[in-house]
């Protein structure tokens, strides 16, 4: 049997695409067809059909039959929290880090303005 650490590393390499996040994210609470998953996302219905089928064998979506139309919604509704819990923490790493680059920027910029000064204080002197 598998460990629980596999079967993890399993289901969380499905969300190493942007294109299926960005599935994952229109199915967000509510069912949608095929035909509007593909406007939504540019993908025509060969690459739409590939990451459905990849969603659908990991039991992430769910699909029913409508006529020819399929209609696809998310399997539990967990997976929509842990991608928003994801992406949060993503926006945190991010900011932090545009906060760090922004004061070593600014630091740089201090440094440089103060070099500017001296150099013009050192030019009248001469």
Request: charged letters at 30%; proline letters at 1%; aromatic letters at 4%.
């Amino acid at each position: 049997m598998k460990s629980i650490f596999k079967l993890q590393a399993d289901i969380c390499k499905i969300f190493a695409n942007d294109k299926r996040l960005e599935i994952i994210n229109l199915l967000k609470g509510k069912e949608i067809s095929n035909q509007e998953i593909m406007r939504e996302t540019g993908l025509n219905k060969v690459s739409m059909t590939q990451h459905m089928n990849v969603l659908k064998s990991k039991g992430v979506i769910i699909s029913r039959r409508e006529g020819q139309q399929l209609f696809y919604s998310i399997a539990n509704p967990k997976i929509i929290q842990a991608c928003n819990l994801m992406r949060e923490v993503l926006v945190e790493q991010h900011t932090e880090r545009g906060k760090v680059v922004s004061g070593l920027l600014d630091a740089s910029n201090d440094k440089s303005n103060n070099k500017s000064v001296k150099c013009k204080a050192a030019a009248k002197r001469k």
